[in-house]
């Protein structure tokens, strides 16, 4: 399976969510997997966590993956308090995300 690389910026809210969405939907749509970079990433309104769960519902249905990488302790304490970590195969190196999808 091919896998393509984005990588978030400091925030993901309502200011930048349409890029984001944008940028990963267009991976997806060339047939690649989508590895979400978020180290740099230190918070994620409720808008960004909806285009993370719409990407990953849009890779499902295109037999594809959403991998999350380098979850921030902040986001990962928002994403456990709605729910949404249950949804997501997260990752705390890209190494560690590599050894899983290519195995």
């Known amino acids: 399976m091919k896998f393509e690389t984005y990588q978030l910026a400091k925030e993901l809210d309502s200011f930048n969510y349409q890029q984001v969405q944008d940028d990963v939907l267009a991976i997806l749509e ?3 997997s ?3 970079d ?3 990433c ?3 309104s409720s ?3 909806r285009v993370l769960l719409y990407s990953k519902k849009i890779a499902a249905s295109k037999g ?3 991998c999350l990488v380098g979850v921030s302790d902040e986001v ?3 994403m456990d308090v709605t729910g949404f970590n249950s949804f997501f195969d997260c ?3 890209m190494d560690e995300c590599l050894q899983a999808v290519n195995s």
Do not use: E
């Open 38 to 40: 978020m180290t740099a």
């Open 64 to 66: 594809l993956r959403l």
């Open 42 to 44: 230190k918070y994620v």
């Open 47 to 49: 808008t960004g966590l």
């Open 34 to 36: 989508a590895i979400v």
């Open 30 to 32: 060339k047939g690649s």
């Open 91 to 93: 990752f705390h190196t």
């Open 76 to 78: 990962q304490d928002i």
